[in-house]
T-cell receptor, first 111, second 114 residues
Framework: GENVEQHPSTLSVQEGDSAVIKCTYS??????FPWYKQELGKRPQLIID?????GEKKDQRIAVTLNKTAKHFSLHITETQPEDSAVYFC??????????FGSGTRLQVQP | KAGVTQTPRYLIKTRGQQVTLSCSPI?????VSWYQQTPGQGLQFLFE???????NKGNFPGRFSGRQFSNSRSEMNVSTLELGDSALYLC?????????????FGPGTRLTVL
């Protein structure tokens, strides 16, 4: 089955800096790659997603890039703010809605 | 629109008991997926239901089962509880369960097995 590896497990940045989280997937047939943000005690919330026919997608301070050949995708957060502090999960899926999640990255933005 | 709701939010059970968790999807959503979240294993897919049929299943033992009703509400059941079943159980709904349909998560049910 699909396997998704996520790095780093923890990331600490200064407010205003950029943060990058990387994921690799194993199944070349995967075609949908969402990113979820989970604050402490809260539900995971979708922040951005990308389909396999797109190489990059941006939404304000957040961007995701996908390299299908290398089977990896990355989340980029620019101008980080303290409210960006959370655990971020990448995921991959193909076919029917079985998301395979990465292990999560705990991002801490220092004011 | 109201979001995905789950009941109960917290449960404490003892080993050997069984438990039923409930999930109400966003109105109009017909696909419901269940996930188990633990510190050690992360988020793992349990199963997905669409139109009262299980369409996909993860690698969990048969003690984990589910069902979906005609109004798209879903329940999952865990029988013969083990200590390792302690986890946050999340359900997520999407419109049709299409490969790129966004999944919206509920707040989860925190199950503690003593």
């Amino acid at each position: 089955g699909e396997n998704v590896e996520q790095h780093p497990s923890t990331l600490s940045v200064q407010e205003g800096d950029s943060a990058v989280i990387k994921c690799t997937y194993s199944d070349s047939a995967s075609n949908y790659f969402p990113w979820y943000k989970q604050e402490l005690g809260k539900r995971p919330q979708l922040i951005i997603d990308i389909r396999s026919n797109v190489g990059e997608k941006k939404d304000q301070r957040i961007a995701v890039t996908l390299n299908k050949t290398a089977k990896h995708f990355s989340l980029h957060i620019t101008e980080t703010q303290p409210e960006d502090s959370a655990v971020y999960f990448c995921a991959a899926s193909k076919g029917r809605r079985a998301l395979t999640f990465g292990s999560g990255t705990r991002l801490q933005v220092q004011p | 629109k109201a979001g995905v709701t789950q009941t109960p939010r917290y449960l404490i059970k003892t080993r050997g008991q069984q438990v039923t968790l409930s999930c109400s999807p966003i109105s109009g959503h017909r696909s419901v997926s269940w996930y188990q979240q633990t510190p050690g294993q992360g988020l793992q897919f349990l199963f997905e239901y669409f139109s009262e049929t299980q369409r996909n299943k993860g690698n969990f033992p048969g003690r984990f089962s589910g069902r979906q009703f005609s109004n798209s509400r879903s329940e999952m059941n865990v029988s013969t509880l083990e200590l390792g079943d302690s986890a946050l159980y999340l359900c997520a709904s999407s419109l049709e369960g299409g490969v790129t349909d966004t999944q919206y998560f509920g707040p989860g049910t925190r199950l503690t097995v003593l």
